[in-house]
């Protein structure tokens, strides 16, 4: 049978354990303090469940933990506090869920990460306080349809940046391509400049093919009356 929740203080007898798989289940629920003193837990698999969500605090007691994993649940929004007090944390992934909103300061009190997935999601909009207060190394946002970035220029923190473009240009898909890397905060000011300019001199581009067409085609007709 597989689980389809996690009662509170369910692993209180696992002080030593340092990684929990609890991957490819049918959870849809964690009660508060189901993962209390597992101090020296530091990687935690969650993902192929269906969590809609995740409560505030619920990671808080894990102060090793470095690597989660909630890919491919159902989660919707990432509320306040989630990813509280996680000091060594390097690695989530949210990668493939449903998730349309995040709370600000729902990574509060994360120090430095390394990799944060949120690619194959709803996120459409989004403010820098989304990611307020997060110092972190790679943000993946590939695969959502986001309709603008322009308030990613005031985070100074983000190191490098994924994502795919999809707008009204109708220039080739960046998907997943590097965008900036070891990027600054004047280097986010110019994106949206940057992809408009890209879409202007894709269509320069056609314009030009096509007269050059058009020329080669009187050229060939004046010869063949000349002769």
């Given amino acids: 049978n597989k689980l389809t929740s996690i009662g509170p203080m369910l692993f209180t007898t696992l002080g030593k354990l340092n990684t929990l798989s609890l991957a490819s289940n049918q959870i849809d629920s964690i009660y ?17 469940n269906n969590l809609e969500q995740i409560s505030s605090y619920l990671f808080s007691n894990l102060p090793n933990l470095k690597t989660i994993n909630l890919s491919y649940n159902k989660i919707r929004l990432i509320n306040t506090f989630s990813f509280y007090n996680l000091l060594n944390l390097e690695e989530l992934s949210l990668n493939d869920n449903q998730i349309d909103r995040i709370d600000r300061l729902a990574f509060n009190k994360i120090l430095f990460i390394d990799y944060l997935d949120l690619s194959n999601n709803k996120l459409r909009n ?3 306080l989304d990611f307020y207060c997060l110092n972190v190394e790679t943000i993946d946002l590939c695969l959502n349809p986001l309709q603008n970035a322009n308030d990613l220029k005031y985070c100074s923190d983000i190191k490098q940046l994924k994502l795919e473009w999809e707008n009204s240009y109708n220039f080739s898909q960046n998907v997943c391509n590097n965008i900036y890397p070891n990027s600054t905060t004047s280097s986010f000011t110019t994106l949206t400049t940057r992809i408009t300019t890209t879409s202007r001199n894709n269509a320069n581009r056609i314009q030009f093919n096509y007269l050059i067409i058009i020329l080669q085609y009187l050229i060939g007709n004046l010869i063949y009356l000349i002769y």
């Fill in 32 to 48: 508060q303090f189901a993962f209390i003193n597992l101090i020296s837990l530091d990687t935690i698999y969650l993902q192929y």
């Fill in 126 to 128: 989004f403010t820098y």
